[in-house]
């Protein structure tokens, strides 16, 4: 395991040179239904760096796998997305910013990108040109595998026709690959296993599965969802290396939604923690666990039972419980449960985004903090220290 | 809670414990019918007052279990010898369903899902307080008092008794399962991963809400769990469970810090731990392969085809569930033939470590220990 380690030093210098992969920014996403609206994303801003992992923490209902499903424009009816950008830098060579789009949307995404830097939200949804990027350059693994597979064709059926659809190989070509993308997320007798329907599989080598042909086309960016919320732990800390071991290899970067803090502490380069549709924060996993600054982030740090020395003390709770989406609080969405709420504040006002780049980076959205020198500082208003 | 409990006659002493299903193979069951070992030869005692944790991964025989002692299944041998409250222990596998009644209301059970739990037609007066009419406990005022009680009691308003489940959130319906499991004043309750659906920030609180009325009624639990973070917290001692068999059983503190079944060792070092800086740290044991199928068990020890110990004997010869020599006065029982040398990593080894843990503060550079 001591490779992960250095990793996980190395990396985020090297990525802060780099221009971010993925630049989500005010991203909002709303499903208008007869009994209201909900505001499922409600301006969500998150950075993904090449070859970074960085994990979305949140309760259920906080909008985090819609915020993953409106990055690749996967919002089904009523859910629309009605605000914001999602820059991913696809390259400036890359054969998509020249090919010829039927979608005049897409025609006027491609060409207003710069420097590579295409906005996947103004693309056309049922477009050629996020049709080219889906799976290819950002694939996307579920929860439960049983049902994001077909159950009617074999795994390898369903591993060529993804390779196929994205690049130009013949059908032993892609079958031979196939079996090697099987081979690579650790699935015995590969050649056999091609030949197999979803059903013949345990949980864990469903998820191997799923894994293989998402990286069959060697994405950029792979966001997983959930992927081992329906696993055993001996199955999910499998899963977990081999995630770690293909990202490793491949150089690509992880947006890793999970409700697990002990998952992101295991996997985790940076984190963002979303509570009602807004990233609250977004810091490195060290300054996550042993600095929060966002009294939701650190309420749900203390009311996680711990394996340790410390199990047996009694856990600090939140009180209350998340809000209904149709009946969301005015200003900061958290004030209703939060600790150190000032009344009459924190009520009307929607907290800012503050940023300190000093050491790393972290942005917060929290009135408790006048600044982003005193956010660094991490000392909150006078009224609330007393 | 469990000193005093320990010279007492345990609550319910489970013997030989075994629950087979025979089940059809192929398409409708025309390829014949085979059986399935769910539950083997379980020796299980239950004190009055403890938490005891069933801990295991899916299919090991936990929930199974946790059903022939609730008695929703008849077990195919073995015994539930269960003490009365005069003293007299009566046993549960045997009686039928008339003579296990009074024992219904002695034994409930906490669901893991509240949504499909709960019928969304009945309202609350009438899901909770269910238990007391069929019983013949309660009917009219005193039934609405009592269930206006037990509402109170789990920290939900006696005013909402009169709505239907759908209008509550998921922490909230799984106070009702409690509410209804306790309306009766059971001994013995059996919560079956009662927390395992429920959102961290809410998980919390009934977890706290579980120990508080632990102390204020003197409840027994027998918590059957996955999570081996919940376990470790709310239990006062855990029996870890494989393809049906009990591999090892000790008090918490012992079973986590100081294992003494492989199997149980690769389960600790499978738990994440939240503590990134724990990470370099971290020695993963691999387990091989997978579960078996509990129809088609491997003879010998049944963990040794992924057992990173096993030598020769542990193919031919199962192992017995025998205490472990040298640990003083804790009783720990092991399923292993080599309990007594292996020399297995536990949890708090790789927490408490202050070296290590040093050398991991120095290399992230943060200030503070949590």
């Known amino acids: 395991m001591n490779h992960m380690s250095d990793t996980a030093t190395t990396q985020p210098a090297a990525a802060r040179s780099q221009p971010p992969l993925l630049e989500v920014r005010g991203l909002r996403t709303r499903f208008e239904l007869p009994e209201g609206v909900v505001h499922a994303v409600d301006g969500v801003d998150l950075t993904v760096y090449p070859g970074q992992t960085l994990c979305v923490v949140g309760e259920s209902g906080c909008g985090k796998s819609v915020t993953a499903r409106s990055i690749l424009q996967l919002v089904d009816p009523p859910g629309r997305i009605t605000a914001g950008t999602v820059n991913f830098h696809v390259g400036p060579d890359h054969p998509l910013l020249t090919a010829r789009h039927p979608s005049r949307r897409d025609q006027a995404a491609v060409r207003s990108a710069r420097d590579g830097v295409l906005d996947l ?26 049902v994001s597979l077909s159950p009617v064709h074999t ?6 026709e993804h390779i196929r659809t994205h690049e130009d190989v013949s059908k032993k070509e892609a079958r031979d690959r196939a079996i090697e993308a099987l081979r690579q997320v650790g699935i015995p007798q590969p050649e056999r296993r091609v030949d ?37 732990v001996t199955t999910q800390a499998q899963i977990l290396d081999l995630l770690q071991e293909l990202r490793e290899q491949y150089g690509m970067a992880m947006l890793f939604i999970t409700h697990d803090l002990g998952v992101v502490a295991e996997i985790a380069d940076a984190v963002a923690v979303m509570y009602l549709g807004l990233v609250v924060e977004e810091c490195g996993v060290d300054e996550l666990f042993h600095d929060p600054r966002h009294p939701y982030t650190k309420a749900l740090l ?85 | 809670m469990s000193e005093q409990a320990v010279d007492t006659e345990p609550l319910l002493a489970v013997r030989n414990l075994s629950m087979r299903f025979t089940v059809g193979r192929g398409f409708l069951g025309i390829a014949g019918r085979m059986t399935v070992d769910a539950v083997t030869g379980v020796d299980l005692d239950v004190r009055e007052g403890e938490t005891l944790g069933l801990v295991g991964e899916s299919g090991c025989g936990k929930t199974t279990l946790g059903r022939c002692i609730l008695r929703a299944y008849r077990p195919t041998a073995g015994e539930l010898r269960y003490r009365r409250d005069d003293g007299t222990v009566v046993d549960l596998a045997q009686l039928n369903r008339a003579q296990l009644r009074p024992y219904r209301r002695q034994i409930r059970t906490v669901f893991q899902d509240p949504n499909s ?44 008794m009169h709505r239907y489940p759908h209008a509550f959130s998921g922490g909230e319906r799984q106070r009702i399962g409690i509410a209804r499991a306790l309306i009766t004043n059971p001994r013995l309750v059996i919560a079956d991963e009662a927390v395992s659906a ?8 009934i977890l706290n809400l579980l120990e508080d009325l632990q102390e204020q009624l003197g409840l027994t639990y027998i918590f059957v769990s996955h999570d081996l973070a919940v376990i470790q917290h709310l239990c006062d001692r855990v029996a870890v469970m494989y393809l049906g068999r009990i591999v090892e059983q000790a008090p918490t503190e012992e079973l986590f810090s100081r294992p003494r079944h492989p199997y ?9 731990l939240p503590d990134p800086r724990l990470r370099s740290l971290k020695k993963r044991i691999p387990l091989r392969g997978e579960v078996p199928d509990p129809a088609n068990q491997p003879a010998g020890c049944t963990f040794h085809p992924r057992c990173p110990y096993t030598r020769e004997r542990c193919d031919t010869d199962e192992p017995a569930l025998l205490p472990v020599t040298d640990t003083g006065h804790v009783p720990h029982l092991s399923r292993c033939h080599y309990a007594d040398t292996l020399e297995l990593e536990g949890v708090a080894a790789r927490t408490l470590e202050p070296t290590s843990l040093r050398n991991a503060e120095k290399t992230s550079g943060a200030e503070e220990v949590r």
């Open chain 1, 155 to 160: 795994i390898g059926h369903q591993i060529v």
């Open chain 1, 121 to 146: 939200a103004a693309l056309d949804p049922k477009g050629t040109a996020i049709r080219a990027i889906r799976g290819k350059e950002i694939a996307m693994i579920f929860q439960e595998p049983m």
């Open chain 2, 117 to 160: 739990s709960l019928n969304p037609r009945m309202t609350l007066l009438q899901i909770v307080g269910e238990p007391l009419l069929a019983n013949d406990l309660a009917r009219g005022d005193e039934l609405r008092d009592r269930v206006a009680e037990a509402l109170r009691m789990v920290g939900l308003r006696p005013e909402y």
């Open chain 1, 302 to 386: 203390e009311s996680v039972p711990v394996v340790g020395p410390r199990a047996k003390r009694r856990l600090a709770t939140i009180t209350g419980m998340v809000p209904h989406p149709y009946d969301r609080p005015t200003g900061c969405p958290f004030h209703t449960r939060c600790r150190d709420t000032m009344p009459g504040t924190c009520d009307t006002t929607v907290p800012p985004v503050l940023t300190t780049t000093e050491g790393r980076r972290r942005t917060v959205r929290c009135l408790l903090y006048e600044s982003a020198e005193a956010l660094h500082r991490g000392t909150v208003r006078e009224e609330v220290s007393r």
């Open chain 2, 198 to 205: 429920l959102d961290v920030s809410i998980r919390s609180q």
């Open chain 2, 264 to 272: 149980t060792e690769a389960l600790l070092s499978a738990l994440p």
């Open chain 1, 196 to 232: 197999s329907y979803t059903f013949h599989l345990s949980g864990g080598m469903r998820q191997r599965a799923m894994i293989a042909l998402a990286l069959a086309c060697r994405p950029k960016l792979l966001i997983a969802d959930e992927p081992t919320t329906a696993l055993d």
